[in-house]
């Protein structure tokens, strides 16, 4: 078995059982992309056993952090298995459902998603490709399912040296698929939306928000990022009279526009605009529009923390400027998917939108991703997506 060596003092994290070892960490010893490596402090203790990845700055990820534990077929047996049956305990709407949420279920770089009868997995860390196969396997034994895709494209796969990879790994069928979803009908196609195909971790913020919509009596809405518009079926929902959408995917656009028809809605009651979004807000404002809910769901702009600066300005930026276009009394639900950006830091650059615009809410709730998209007690970085419901003081 091959070892990599820390150096001195390098060693806490994975005391407190934090999955990544960073390659500034590594003081000697090296392996094969993806093989499993033994981790030892500078003094020779051992801390984990882990995937080693070559290229990437995250130089290896730790499957397990007791000695005696063999990584083979059977250990990814259990974690599999171990992570559906925690879906089970979750009470969630939908038979879309994350099944496999990376180190928060200790596979680090897994993602497997379950729309209906099909399961839709990324392989995005050298350790989850060297034992793809045998995770297949796995993954079809513990949901009784046959047909598994593979959407293995995202770009972090390149830091670990893997080239994309799309397809059916197990069976196949038809790529476009239908969810259900707090009773709402949901479409996506595996093979060409965004992720596994659908945002999955908004979806009790789309509750929450339908719900508020009803509650406040909301009618005019405007959904930013809008996508293939899950937020706007939410506000048609919950009663909303008309609901803007504004996203620049044509196709998203297309899909969103089926998804309100698809559930009953009237046209009448909503419009698309395919269109940059900032730019959107600035020609909404000066046409001295105003609406008593927003959404702001923007992608992510902040990678890393050494993006945060720039991305802090473009956050804050369409938050004043969401702020300023909400009624007084008026709901905005906002929101940050970035990594870099940390729930305090997303606060504080919301609370200096408000200031810009003048502008001063109550914060009616922190939001954060569904139950089935976990933060654990030893991977904070599991809250990625983090979001506030603000509703702006005035009569």
């Known amino acids: 078995m091959k070892t990599l060596r820390l150096r001195p003092g390098k060693e806490r994290s994975l005391l ?10 590594i003081a000697k010893g090296g392996g094969d992309s993806g093989e499993t490596v033994r981790v030892e402090s500078a003094d020779g203790r051992f801390l984990a056993w882990a995937a080693f990845s070559p290229t990437s700055r995250i130089r290896a990820r730790a499957w397990s952090f007791d000695e005696a534990q063999r990584i083979d077929a059977a ?4 974690a599999v298995g171990r992570a559906v049956r925690a879906r089970q305990r979750f009470s969630i709407e939908s038979d879309g459902v994350r099944l496999v949420h990376g180190e928060s279920d200790g596979l680090p770089g897994l993602i497997v998603d379950r729309y209906g009868d099909t399961l839709v997995a990324q392989f995005t860390s050298a350790g989850t490709e ?3 196969a045998v995770l297949a396997d796995a993954l079809l034994a513990a ?10 494209d995202a770009s972090v796969r390149q830091l670990e040296g893997l080239e994309p990879a799309t397809g059916w790994l197990r069976g196949d069928g038809p790529t476009e698929l ?15 939306g965004h992720k596994t195909g659908f945002y999955l971790d908004q979806r009790d913020s789309r509750h929450r928000f339908s719900e508020a919509v009803r509650r406040l009596g909301a009618r005019s809405v405007l959904n930013c990022y809008c996508y293939t518009g899950g937020f706007t079926v939410a506000a048609l929902a919950g009663g909303a009279e008309h609901v803007t959408s504004i996203d620049s995917s044509g196709p998203a656009l297309e899909r969103a526009r089926a998804h309100a028809a698809l559930n009953g809605f009237d046209a009448g009651r909503t419009e698309f605009l395919d269109a940059d979004v900032n730019a959107s807000l600035r020609r909404l404002l000066q046409e001295g529009r105003r609406f008593d809910a927003i959404v702001l769901d923007p992608p992510k702009f902040a990678p ?3 993006h945060a600066e720039r991305a802090a300005r473009a956050y804050k930026d369409i938050n004043r400027l969401g702020l300023q276009l909400l009624s007084p009394g008026g709901l905005l639900y906002t929101f940050s998917c970035s990594g870099g950006i940390s729930a305090d830091l997303f606060h504080k650059i919301v609370a200096s939108a408000g200031a810009d615009a003048g502008v001063d809410g109550y914060i009616l709730e922190r939001l954060g991703g569904a139950p089935d998209h976990p933060m ?11 979001g506030l419901a603000v509703m702006r003081k005035g009569d």
């Open 143 to 152: 949901t009784g399912l046959t047909k598994l895709y593979e959407r293995s």
């Open 16 to 25: 407190r059982r934090h999955p990544w070892i960073f390659e500034s960490a």
């Open 75 to 78: 250990f990814f047996a259990a």
């Open 130 to 132: 060297r034992w793809k």
């Open 304 to 306: 890393t923390v050494a």
């Open 178 to 192: 239908s969810i259900r979803e707090h009773g709402w009908r949901l479409t996506l196609d595996i093979a060409e």
């Open 376 to 386: 654990t007690l030893e991977f904070p970085e599991g809250e990625y997506l983090k």
